[in-house]
């Protein structure tokens, strides 16, 4: 068994950007992500912290740490999934956001999972 398929996290992400939560003369932009995390491997895995970097178009960043997602510490059995939906405010119209999530397997490995970079972008914004 291979230490890639024993633990496989597969991470999705859509985002949603909320005009209604959002300022523009204020340069606050909202945006609201949700996220499927899946466990592809075979042993079961528990979600520990995340780590964040978001990006603003001037290239300014901010790193977030902490435990869990949404408050909690999902345990992902092979074949399991946890989906949650968080958000973000950033100062301009177009940023980015990426990390890792800190994983324990049930055998006592623990490793990380990237998440990838995904743009926040007001619509209409980016061609």
Known sequence: MTESKK????VAIRTL????QSDVEADRYVFAYTIRISNLGEIATQLISRHWVITNEDG???EIRGLGVVGEQPLLRPGDSFEYTSGTSISSSVGSMRGSY??????GHHFDVAIPEFVLSVPRVLH
């Open 7 to 10: 633990y496989e996290i597969d």
């Open 17 to 20: 950007y909320l005009p209604d």
């Open 60 to 62: 300014s960043m901010q």
């Open 102 to 107: 800190q994983m324990a397997a049930e055998d």
